[in-house]
Nanobody
Framework: QVQLVESGGGLAQPGGSLRLSCAAS????????VGWYRQAPGKQRELVAT???????NYSDFVKGRFTISRDNAKNMVSLQMTNLNSEDTAVYYC??????????WGQGTQVTVSS
């Protein structure tokens, strides 16, 4: 069965860093557009960043300059390097893989908490 598993979440202090990873199984991950989304308590899910099959990246304004999305095709993995974290980054972060707007998969999420 297709599976996406996020990891790397946890507790960080303001100004700190975390690296999230999304590992895929039973799909050719490299051909998928992959996005990181997040959902904070009381708020809608929002897009954080995307990376295309060709490596083109896009970022939401609230993370631009702080977060970096990348992929390692040999490991079937996409990562999100988060720096200069603040309390507004606290959310559950989800990995999404999409191919041709037809095949779409979601991970179960990983909690990121930014607090002093």
């Amino acid at each position: 069965q297709v599976q996406l598993v996020e990891s790397g979440g946890g507790l960080a202090q303001p100004g700190g860093s975390l690296r999230l990873s999304c590992a895929a199984s039973r799909i050719t991950f490299s051909i998928y557009r992959v996005g990181w989304y997040r959902q904070a308590p009381g708020k809608q899910r929002e897009l954080v960043a995307t990376i295309s099959s060709g490596g083109t990246t896009n970022y939401s304004d609230f993370v631009k300059g702080r977060f970096t999305i990348s992929r390692d095709n040999a490991k079937n993995m996409v990562s999100l390097q988060m720096t200069n974290l603040n309390s507004e980054d606290t959310a559950v972060y989800y990995c999404n893989a999409d191919y041709a707007s037809r095949y779409r998969y979601w991970g179960q999420g990983t909690q990121v908490t930014v607090s002093s």
